[in-house]
């Protein structure tokens, strides 16, 4: 026994001792030992493959020691920490990200090149985990890395979907999505923990029971999936410490029956997991069908039950008062996906931990705090209370009663209002009876924001008017903002060097240091390195695009790009439009090819699957594209290019590349942004609406480096308002004639009329985003962009102010907003 107790007191069962030796002999030491011992190669014989797996296993051990101790200093801090829970974590590749923090790329890159490895090719074969769809999991992805940065106490959870978003292929022009096996080579940069498998459970009924003679329920669940975590490091940047992501991956409880399996009925025996597994699938199944709906939901549930579950009884210690658990920690909830947290942290604290109902909800509202993401009505989560009544019985009986607490209080504030109340209610009536998901998160949350400034305040005033009368305070803002680490010092190395030989180090770390670059803007000799930057960026671009799919980047091009999902009220569209218009222009003689700014319109989109207006205008760019870069009358000026798949890590070359950045989404639809601020802080101008965080990127860089164009938010308002008819803009607007016709004509279509007709006539007839409204403004600001350009000097001097005034936009400085503003954490421990 006294045995056991000393080892368990050796330093060496608490943490390892160290981290190897950071010299380039100590890394090719580790390297070879990898490939030996874990994949079981000696280098001779060792495919990519097996090189890339033991450089990933040599970075993890040199972040070891650190997240070791990290976890057991957040296991025994007394502080308050923050657990970030979200349905997306678009990661982006790691072994990159990975070396950088820890400092390790430039004896990484020599040592393997003692090797004879040129780790270009190793990072190559790093496959980036498919776990996001856009801005919110991009969103999620920069903020863990900025709390490891800032050295702040906080876990991350979420799914680890075994197959993530779908992988995006062209065919004949048109959207297909294939699975996306980003796992099939292996992940050398998860730690599954089976053994530490939570059970989660679904449906069945609900009773009461004399608990001693206090009346409770109880929930009796039919059946039952585990949910094993998977460890993710999350190294902040050169401060040597490492978080925790932690994914939960579905498995089930019984997987294989034997004594059906030896019946003969091999399907039968496997059913359940198959079942179980199709909970960690993939990310965001198709919805259209109740399966499909359901499946979500048991998504939701799944990962927010096992999070709450792992914080209570892995991070706290057994006898933790529970009344002191705003002290501990804050759930941030990242949309509405896992809202359904709140009534499941309810069932644990009143149910299971037998705590009095209205202690369990003091605790609760000071417990979570909801993120918006959205202004789209449709994008409101709801659940039908059909479906969560038959998946989640308890958590129904829980969210009733919240809600008549709730409704109850509204009507002793504002008396017996029935609209207000109707208006008011989680629950709805209408179409169906379901529970809005968005309600419940801001009723339970300390603090709900939005994620720009325009977007918290029509959130306010005019998405939870009533929420915000009734909650005075609770409402506030935090806008976005991204990780320079990714998307400067990975993304854009040369320009990283170039700032930093102007302005020395730490940058990185303090954002708005890049004002100092505002001098530099007047210096000739900068500019002209700063060009240059540019230019290189545009040859690797095109390099890549190259390899990737066969596609182009002509040099001299102006190269103005659309990255980002595909949604109508984004207005891909208008970008379209633009195209068609200069290419109508050249081919009916009206403008003189000669006279083209030469530019390469990059986009990079993919629809939802069940989307069908956006897949017809990804068929429509690429048919576009393919009759405008064949013309010969366009002489190479118009060049349209549509990688297919766009991901983190294409965004990596594109974004630094960029001269044009198009953000042109109808005012008061866009949250926030976050490529917006990518693109402006690698230096490319922005043409954009008054919109999300457009506000605030051009209050920041200057109306003279910024090209506005369209309505204003109240100006679209006033327009519905007095009935907005589009085809009215089609009449009076002879280019807009000239481009919707050619559309409509076949030109695009090998003549046949049929195929973007339904686009054509949802743009007359319909144009729910006032494509049509905003289009002269856009086509007038675009001729703006090509006088701007054609002064290239002064053109990179707009450029690098942009780069010097977007130091705001930091993902550190929101996560000190939300310190501030809404966890009250202490920032570090
Ligand atoms: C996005 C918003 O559309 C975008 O404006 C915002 O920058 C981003 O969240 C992060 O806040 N929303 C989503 C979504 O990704 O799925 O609703």
């Not at 919805?287 to 927010?304: A, H, I, M, N």
């Not at 993120?371 to 409101?380: D, F, K, Q, V, Y």
């Not at 170039?498 to 900068?526: H, K, N, Q, Y």
């Amino acid at each position: 026994a006294s045995g056991r107790t000393q080892i368990a007191d050796h330093p060496l069962a608490l943490a390892p001792v160290s981290a190897p030796a950071s010299s380039v002999d100590g890394f090719v030491r580790e390297f070879l030992k990898n490939l030996n011992f874990t994949q079981g190669v000696p280098l001779s014989a060792s495919s990519p493959n097996d090189r890339y797996l033991a450089l990933a296993h040599t970075v993890r051990d040199y972040l070891m020691a650190r997240w070791l101790e990290d976890q057991r200093g957040q296991r025994e801090a007394q502080s308050k920490g923050v657990a970030y829970l979200s349905a997306e974590y678009l990661l982006g590749r790691q072994l990159d990200n990975n070396l950088l923090a820890s400092r390790l790329t430039d004896v990484a890159t020599e040592a393997l090149a003692k090797c004879g490895i040129d780790i270009d090719d190793l990072r190559q074969q790093e496959v980036e985990p498919g776990l996001g769809n856009g801005g919110l999991g991009r969103l999620a992805a920069c903020f863990i890395d900025s709390l490891a940065t800032m050295s702040v106490p906080s876990i991350g959870y979420g799914i680890r979907y075994e197959y993530g978003i779908f992988r995006q292929t062209f065919v004949d022009g048109q959207q297909v999505e294939q699975p996306d096996a980003w796992l099939s080579l292996g992940s050398p940069w998860e730690f599954p923990h089976p053994e530490a498998a939570q059970t989660i459970s679904f449906a069945g009924h609900t009773e009461t029971y004399d608990d001693d003679g206090v009346e409770r329920s109880r929930w009796i669940p039919a059946w039952n999936v585990q949910a094993v975590p998977y460890n993710y490091m999350v190294p902040g940047y050169h401060n040597g410490r490492v978080n925790t992501l932690r994914l939960w991956r579905s498995v089930a409880t019984n997987a294989f029956d034997l004594r059906i399996f030896n019946s003969g009925d091999y399907e039968e025996a496997v059913r359940a997991q198959i079942f179980a597994e199709n909970i960690s699938k993939v990310l965001y199944p198709e919805d259209s069908t109740p399966q499909g709906k359901e499946l979500r939901l048991q998504q939701q549930y799944f990962f927010v039950a096992a999070s709450i579950r792992d914080f209570l009884t892995n991070v706290l210690a057994e006898d933790f008062d529970l009344e002191k658990l705003p002290e501990r920690i804050i759930f941030q909830l990242n949309d509405t996906h896992p809202v359904i947290a709140v009534p499941e942290f309810m069932r644990v604290l009143v149910d299971e931990k037998k705590m009095d109902w209205d202690a369990a909800w003091a605790i609760t509202q000071q417990c979570f705090a909801y993120t918006c993401h959205t202004l789209l009505p449709e994008a409101l989560e709801v659940w039908s209370v059909d479906l969560l009544g038959r998946l989640l019985p308890r958590h129904l009986e829980i969210i009733y009663r919240i809600n008549d607490e709730f409704l109850l209080a509204v009507r002793e504030r504002f008396g017996d209002d029935e609209m207000r109340i109707r208006n008011m209610s989680i629950v709805s009536d209408f179409p169906e009876r379901s529970v809005r998901m968005a309600y419940l998160a801001t009723v339970a949350g300390a603090k709900v924001n939005g994620v720009a400034e325009l977007h918290s305040q029509l959130l306010r005033d005019k998405v939870l008017p009533d929420f915000n009368e009734f909650y005075p305070g609770k409402f506030t803002n935090v806008t976005n903002g991204v990780t320079p680490r990714r998307f400067i010092r990975l993304a854009n190395p040369q320009l990283a060097d170039l700032i930093t030989e102007a302005l020395g180090a730490g940058w990185t770390v303090d954002l708005e240091r890049l004002r100092g670059l505002e001098s530099f803007a007047e210096d000739p000799e900068f500019r002209a390195r700063f060009a240059e930057v540019k230019a290189a960026n545009k040859r690797t671009l095109n390099t890549v695009l190259l390899a990737r799919d066969g596609l182009s980047v002509p040099d001299g091009h102006m190269l103005d790009v659309m990255v980002k999902r595909l949604h109508e009220y984004k207005r891909q569209m208008l970008k379209v439009l633009h195209i068609v218009t200069s290419y109508e222009g050249i081919i009916s003689g009206r403008v003189d090819v000669k006279d083209v700014t030469p530019r390469t319109f990059i986009f990079g989109a993919k629809a939802a699957p069940g989307y069908v207006m956006a897949k017809r205008i990804i068929h429509l760019i690429n048919a576009v594209g393919s009759v405008v870069n064949a013309d010969p009358r366009v002489e190479g000026r118009l060049n349209v290019v549509f990688p297919p798949n766009y991901n983190v890590t294409l965004a990596e070359r594109v974004i630094p590349a960029a001269d044009l950045s198009e953000q042109i989404s109808l005012a008061g639809k866009e949250a926030s942004g976050t490529g917006n601020m990518k693109f402006a802080l690698n230096g490319a101008l922005t043409i954009g609406t008054d919109d999300g965080a457009n506000v605030e990127i051009r209050e920041l860089v200057g109306d003279d480096n910024f090209f506005l164009f369209g309505m204003t938010e109240p100006e679209v308002e006033a327009l519905w308002a007095e009935g907005y008819r589009p085809s009215e803009f089609y009449q009076k607007d002879e280019d807009l004639r000239r481009a919707i016709d050619l559309i409509a004509s076949g030109a695009f279509s090998g003549g046949d009329r049929t195929t973007f007709e339904p686009v054509v006539s949802n743009l007359l007839y319909d144009d729910r985003f006032m494509v049509l409204a905003d289009y002269a403004s856009y086509i007038a600001e675009q001729g703006k962009v090509d006088a701007a350009y054609g002064d290239q000097d002064a053109w990179t001097r707009s450029a690098i102010l942009n780069v010097a005034r977007s130091g705001y936009f930091s993902s550190d400085r929101s996560m000190r907003d939300y310190i501030q503003r809404i966890w009250h954490t202490p920032p570090a421990y």
